[in-house]
């Protein structure tokens, strides 16, 4: 029985465990079962050897699997080739398509079956011509699953199994293969287990000290830290004709702020010295560290390509970004360049299933290193096609390759956007990375996260994929010199989100994009913070000008408030929204500086003195339990019907600015794509360039 529930454990692991979780889960299994058996051997005075030594070694295969197939790209380039290849071949037998790879099609699950009944021939006599039969078994439930797997799929609305997806995930039926194979085998478990001799060769007293030490070097060993910046590294990008605009004050909406022109001024202010070049000349990698290529609008000439190949045979580094379904522009000319090293953009549109992919991240590598989940900010992009050497970075699971359609060129050779039979379910690469001589090139398939809005949150991978790429050699190094432009950010500011703040990342009507275009048109870079306290915040970032606190539902640390006493004192800045609906935390941090909110709806209304201006859903504020205008400590900033609404404190060199009002800064007040508050927007201009003016001392 202990055996049966140690495998049923790490196949419940593997189906319902997210992959970044499968080392931890298995370190969990180590310890648990072991201290079980013993403490079971301990209670009947006897300590079962041979069972301990199956579970060990399992366990040890196991991990050694899940090591290889995260750190070895040839590994896990063979499993994904043999798994799309079972379920063609099966595919082919029933005559329905099936394209298929690691995850969806239960490969983890057949392998984790196929070496316990391994382990066990090693450790016991006399099991060998069983096991053949074993594995047969195996392979014929799992040729059974994949095609009735095409049955459910088709038919899962009419069979309600769309309500098991909470549970499972989209289109996942592996629970069904799971079933199947714990039938086969529990009946290998019965014969091989039962009246087995142990094989004598085995040393007892020294095969799990040696294991267990294995295991613990490997997870050692997989431990890596974020790479790390050395130098005023050049980094070229190479202007094929794409919008490399920033967010200006002629132009309101979030479809009018420019695609990629925050990326250059962003590395800028971080120290790298940035060029933009429209053509490839025989100088314009000179002294380069990173060339940047970004949705390209032409296919390279021969002595482009040639330039671009020599230099990253050099040492040097390539950047390639790309969107879904491009064809002659984007796809064409990213594939072309990538021709020495056989990535490629596929014609296709890796989609979700989910409105986002959330945790489908699988990452992978040391530019994702300390990286969440919401700072990678791929959405819909074009999935990649890898050869044998080619690394992964970026593997999602739980969304579906959604063909391009090459007479749909008005909607940009998009698809159906549905899944169709044939289409490659889960297991989708958005990003990878190839060595070429002494340099590499990088590719995603997605641009998202290096777009001007998105940047607010995707900020420290982009620190980890330039600072990687930018090591280059020796001479590199020394070649590299300090930037000679500016960078139109010459402020930050943190926009918080460490304390469960509502930051919304869906660009709907309650996210905060358009506070953040705001914040970059007065020349200050707002930084999304998720991880950090406000006490780290303010005393790493000296170029901190302004935190924006949108209702925080945690209350801060009294380390954290005095940390924000000292910054308003040293002529930092604090927005604080809130109102008398907001969290307890938020109104206690109001009442932190004698701020309080009276519980009278004011609504959707103007301020009285500025009618281009228009509140959502204010209140009206105290301080002191006085309205501010009655105050000489306070400024009354807004009033609607005589109650104030915003109102400022000056302390030391800074102020702290409560709005009353907790959906002032959404989209929906602000910009959205299509419309915009132009008041709003010129009034929040003018109090963010003043505050991105004033230095802290």
Known sequence: MK????????????????PAAAQLFLSICFSFFYLLLLYSGWRKKKIEFHSIYWQGILLFTVFIYQFLKEKSPCFYFVLTKSAATFAAMVGRLIQKPISMRITYSGLDLFLLFFMAGMCACLLFENKWKKAVLYFLSLLAAWGIYLAVWTVLAENSLTLGLHYLEPLTGPLDYRTLLLLLFLGIYSIWEKQAFSAARFRRQWKRERLLPVCLALGLLLFLGTHSQSPTAGGAAKIVFWDTGIDFQLPDKERYGLNQVGMFGVLPQYLLRKGYACQIVPSLERDSLEGAAVLVVINPMRVPDQEELLRIHQFVEAGGSVLLAGDHTGHEEIRKPINQILQPVEMELNFDSAVPFQSLWGGEYNRRGKITTGISDSQVQMVVGASLNLPVNAAPIVITRGGYSDRGELTNSQDGYLGDMQFNRGEQIGDLILAAQASYGKGKFLLFGDTSLFQNMVMAYSHPFI??????LSRGDQRKEKEMTEPKNKSAFQADCVIDAHHLEAVFKDKSSDSIDGLIVNIMRAGMFPYINEKESLTELCERNKELKLIVLLEPAVALTEAERKALHDFVYSGGHIILCADYKSPAAARSLAAEF????????????APDKNKKMAFWDACPILYQGKDPKESSEVM?????????????????????????????????NLESLETYREGNVQWLDELFTEMGKEGRK
């Open 3 to 18: 055996e049966f529930l140690t495998i049923l454990a790490i196949a419940f692991g593997m189906v319902l465990s997210l």
């Open 463 to 468: 620190d980890n994929i330039f600072a990687d």
């Open 594 to 605: 004698g701020f309080t909110f009276l519980k009278i709806p004011l609504g959707r209304v």
């Open 636 to 668: 009354s900033l807004m009033e609607i019907w005589g109650y104030s609404v915003m109102a400022s404190k000056k302390m030391g060199d800074g102020k702290i600015y409560v709005l009353a009002d907790a959906q002032f800064l959404r989209n929906k």
